[in-house]
């Protein structure tokens, strides 16, 4: 009796199970898991000195606009009394 070949294998025959497949492959994605947890963590990281440098910036732009908008008073007041 012919048998047909179904995936590569004929299909009165149960597959096999191969512990040593399952294991390299659940440590593969074990180290992948690891690899993408460091990288998350630097990522945050960098963000996070991101956002400190941009709210520093910010915070300096906004002394900026203040002392502007004062010596644009005084230039002004200035500008009245002359």
Same mark, same amino acid.
């Given at each position: ?6 995936? &590569?294998?004929?299909?009165? %025959? /149960?597959?096999? +199970? #191969?512990?040593?497949?399952?294991? @390299?492959?659940? =440590? $593969?994605?074990?180290?992948? /898991? &690891? @690899?993408?947890?460091?990288?998350? #963590? *630097?990522? +945050?990281?960098?963000? *996070?000195? $991101?956002?400190? @440098?941009? #709210? =520093? /910036?910010?915070? &300096? %732009?906004? *002394?900026? /606009?203040?002392? %502007?908008?004062? !010596?644009?008073? $005084?230039? !002004? ?6």
């Amino acid at each position: 009796m012919a048998t047909r070949k179904i995936n &590569g294998r004929e299909s009165r %025959l /149960a597959p096999r +199970f #191969d512990s040593a497949v399952i294991l @390299t492959s659940a =440590r $593969q994605v074990a180290s992948a /898991a &690891g @690899t993408i947890s460091r990288v998350s #963590d *630097e990522v +945050f990281e960098g963000a *996070e000195a $991101q956002v400190r @440098t941009l #709210d =520093r /910036a910010t915070s &300096g %732009l906004n *002394e900026m /606009a203040a002392s %502007l908008k004062e !010596t644009a008073h $005084q230039a !002004t007041s200035v500008t009245v009394s002359a």
